[in-house]
């Protein structure tokens, strides 16, 4: 967002190449400034919203907590790894049974 802006911006004013470094883009917007700033913002706002949305879905389909299930003879529960997900580790309870020792 901020290169094609400061590109356009570079082309269309007159101000001083030092007010137009990097370092200088927190300034207040010029008149001149602010269609620009709009346009960029409006091409670029589509893009972003999908993004966001493909994120949001493969969270959910991700981090599914996977069906709890129970052995009614223990008391003893531990979790186990199953799986290892793209950057996640998924989880499941398991009951384990109880040995007797002789």
Not at 22 to 40: G, M, Q, V
Not at 48 to 56: D, H, S
Request: proline share 4%.
């Amino acid at each position: 967002l901020l290169p094609g802006i400061y590109k356009k911006l570079s082309k269309q004013s007159n101000l001083k190449k030092s007010q137009l470094k990097k370092d200088n883009l927190n300034r207040y917007l010029i008149d001149e400034d602010i269609p620009t700033a709009h346009e960029h913002t409006k091409k670029l706002s589509t893009p972003l919203v999908i993004r966001e949305m493909k994120i949001k879905t493969s969270m959910t389909f991700h981090c599914k907590p996977i069906r709890v299930y129970k052995i009614k003879e223990t008391e003893y529960k531990c979790w186990k790894e199953i799986e290892r997900a793209v950057g996640t580790l998924i989880h499941r309870w398991r009951v384990l049974k109880m040995v007797q020792s002789l």
